[in-house]
């Protein structure tokens, strides 16, 4: 299993680009999230989602949108970029039986800069 | 009050040395918890879950004070391989189980 995996591992976006962070995991897993995280600080949950079809915001989801056609793709998609977006962008993903103590695998990240 | 908190450090400690990390959770209703580690510009990945009867995994202990709303990591022995942010995660009991993780307490292991 390769697990999850993101791509771009980087990327420079100018201010006002679009972009989509692709996020793919192979563990048949239910769950996806999106977190980005900021020098110094936790994670915050951008989206997530329960399973395909389904998805719901987080704690920051202004500026990006996602979908979930498929189990295995949960991509992200940022708009009008802005300064504000630049992070390292992280994808995670949990098999989600029922009962919390399952946990959850990340992607590599991807390091965003908006210039 | 922030939903799950951490002292961000950063712990310098000895190599050797013995060092305890709490996180507090304000929601009564948290469910499972978990010690995460993360190595500087990598993704985060699990350390230990941590049950209520306490649990020990090597030098590496967890425990949960569900009256007091933390829980703890205790790590003996430390190696400079333990450097790193150490993040404690929170779920919620019922609906998504969306985990909540806290900012992360940094550990500096020196020789």
């Known amino acids: 299993n390769a697990g999850v995996t993101q791509t771009p591992k980087f990327r420079i976006l100018k201010i006002g680009q679009s972009m989509t962070l692709q996020c793919t995991q192979d563990m048949n897993h239910n769950y996806m999230y999106w977190y980005r995280q900021d020098p110094g600080m936790g994670l915050k949950l951008i989206y997530y989602s329960v399973g395909a079809g389904i998805t719901d915001k987080g704690e920051v989801p202004n500026g990006y949108n996602v979908s979930r056609s498929t189990t295995e793709d949960f991509p992200l998609r940022l708009e009008l970029a802005a300064p504000s977006q630049t992070s390292v962008y992280f994808c995670?993903?949990?098999?989600?039986?029922?009962?919390?103590?399952?946990?959850?695998?990340f992607g590599p990240g991807t390091r965003l800069t908006v210039l | 009050r922030k939903e799950v908190e951490q002292d961000p450090g950063p712990f310098n400690v000895p190599e050797g040395a013995t060092v305890a990390f709490n996180c507090t959770y304000s929601?009564?209703?948290?469910?499972?918890f978990f010690w995460y580690r993360q190595d500087c510009r990598k993704e985060p990945k699990l350390l230990m879950s941590?049950?209520?009867s306490g649990n020990e995994d090597g030098r590496f202990t967890a425990q949960l004070n569900r009256a007091s709303q933390y829980i703890s990591l205790l790590i003996r022995d430390s190696k400079l391989s333990d450097s790193a942010t150490y993040l404690c995660?929170?779920?919620?009991?019922?609906?998504?189980?969306?985990?909540?993780f806290g900012r992360g307490t940094s550990l500096i292991v020196h020789p």
């Open positions: 941590v049950y209520s």
């Open positions: 929601n009564s209703a948290s469910q499972s």
């Open positions: 995660v929170v779920i919620l009991s019922g609906g998504s189980y969306i985990p909540t």
């Open positions: 995670a993903s949990r098999l989600g039986l029922a009962g919390g103590d399952n946990e959850q695998f």
